[in-house]
Antibody, heavy 116, light 108 residues
Framework: EVQLVESGGGLVQPGGSLRLSCAAS????????MSWVRQAPGKGLEWVAN????????YYVDSVKGRFTISRDNTKNSLYLQMFSLRGDDTAVYYC?????????WGQGSLVTVSP | EIVLTQSPGTLSLSPGERATLSCRAS???????LAWYQQKPGQAPRVLIY???SRAPGIPDRFSGSGSGTDFTLTISRLEPEDFALYYC?????????FGQGTKVEIK
């Protein structure tokens, strides 16, 4: 059974940092592109970042470029999102998702709250 | 950046009725790289349609996608109680992979 389990969310002050992790199981992790998608409270979905199978290609939405870094460790079947210089508008549930012609599997989400 | 605009914002219908959801792109979507997702409260989204018209595994055939270029449609032929939810379109293939703002299908 495919599972994606996020962790690392929480309350952080503006300007602070946080690292999200996503533990993958039930499939060959290194065979798939992976992504982070976020959803602010009561709002729609926003694509945040993609990473290719071996981690050599990374893409970001403009609003997080230079502040967020997506990475993966295929030996640990894990996806990461390192977030720096966090702002109030980064408050959201962050989902990791597997890309397979669409986002076919999603985690349950990890809430990040940026507040003084 | 390609912007996706979904309409209507809210669709009020009764079970058994047909739902037609629109997703319009500000520029042509190459290769029909357009997906549709359903999201229920407190849950992660679920993919319904990819490639504009291909149903994802396990999705009932009452869900269908159509369109090309800049105009895409998700049709639910006969609404079941479990279909009342939020629906998002998404464009993919080249960065940024944008989502539409969503259409809520609510019980009339």
């Amino acid at each position: 059974e495919v599972q994606l389990v996020e962790s690392g969310g929480g309350l952080v002050q503006p300007g602070g940092s946080l690292r999200l992790s996503c533990a993958a199981s039930g499939f060959t992790f290194s065979n798939f592109w992976m992504s982070w998608v976020r959803q602010a409270p009561g709002k729609g979905l926003e694509w945040v970042a993609n990473i290719n199978k071996d981690g050599s290609e990374k893409y970001y939405v403009d609003s997080v470029k230079g502040r967020f870094t997506i990475s993966r460790d295929n030996t640990k079947n894990s996806l990461y999102l390192q977030m720096f210089s966090l702002r109030g508008d980064d408050t959201a549930v962050y989902y990791c998702a597997r890309w397979n012609v669409a986002y076919d599997y999603w985690g349950q989400g990890s809430l990040v709250t940026v507040s003084p | 950046e390609i912007v996706l605009t979904q309409s209507p914002g809210t669709l009020s219908l009764s079970p058994g009725e047909r739902a037609t959801l629109s997703c319009r792109a500000s520029q042509s979507v190459s290769n029909n790289y357009l997906a549709w997702y359903q999201q229920k409260p407190g849950q992660a989204p679920r993919v319904l349609i990819y490639g504009a018209s291909s149903r994802a595994p396990g999705i009932p055939d009452r869900f269908s996608g159509s369109g090309s270029g800049t105009d895409f449609t998700l049709t639910i032929s006969r609404l079941e109680p479990e279909d009342f939810a939020l629906y998002y379109c998404q464009r993919y293939g080249s960065s940024p992979w944008t989502f539409g703002q969503g259409t809520k299908v609510e019980i009339k």
